[in-house]
């Protein structure tokens, strides 16, 4: 089992930048990979960046066009997302996720067994 609180959300206006933080429970946090994804209002949740159980592999969604970096300290069972350059279509709760899953399930909602329960990012024009 794998509890995960999300933190670092918050109210920036366009250029600016955040950093999300995901703090995991649990002796395997080392085991999954982990994801961030987000949801807008009356959209449906997408993915927005996935990491390696070690961090040596990570992926992004074409729309983050190099803007957020994903990371992960596992000897502090954390997970981050330097988000920088930031948009209004940014806005968004982003959550992050764990899932005992390779490469190619990253960007796949379903494949992730644990969720966070959210942090809201607002970015204002």
């Known amino acids: 089992q794998v509890q995960l609180v999300e933190s670092g959300g918050g109210l920036v206006q366009a250029g600016g930048s955040l950093r999300l933080s995901c703090a995991a429970s649990?002796?395997?946090?080392?085991?999954?990979?982990m994801g961030w994804f987000r949801q807008a209002p009356g959209k449906e949740r997408e993915f927005v960046a996935a990491?390696?159980?070690?961090?040596?592999?990570?992926d992004y969604a074409d729309s983050i066009e190099g803007r957020f970096t994903i990371s992960r300290d596992n000897a502090k069972n954390t997970v981050y997302l330097q988000m920088n350059s930031l948009k209004p279509e940014d806005t968004a709760v982003y959550y992050c996720?764990?899932?005992?899953?390779?490469?190619?399930?990253?960007?796949?909602?379903?494949?992730?067994?644990?969720w966070g329960q959210g942090t809201q990012v607002t970015v204002s024009s």
């Open positions: 990491i390696g159980w070690s961090g040596g592999n990570t």
């Open positions: 649990g002796r395997t946090f080392s085991s999954y990979a």
């Open positions: 996720a764990a899932g005992w899953i390779t490469t190619p399930a990253y960007r796949q909602v379903r494949e992730y067994d644990y």
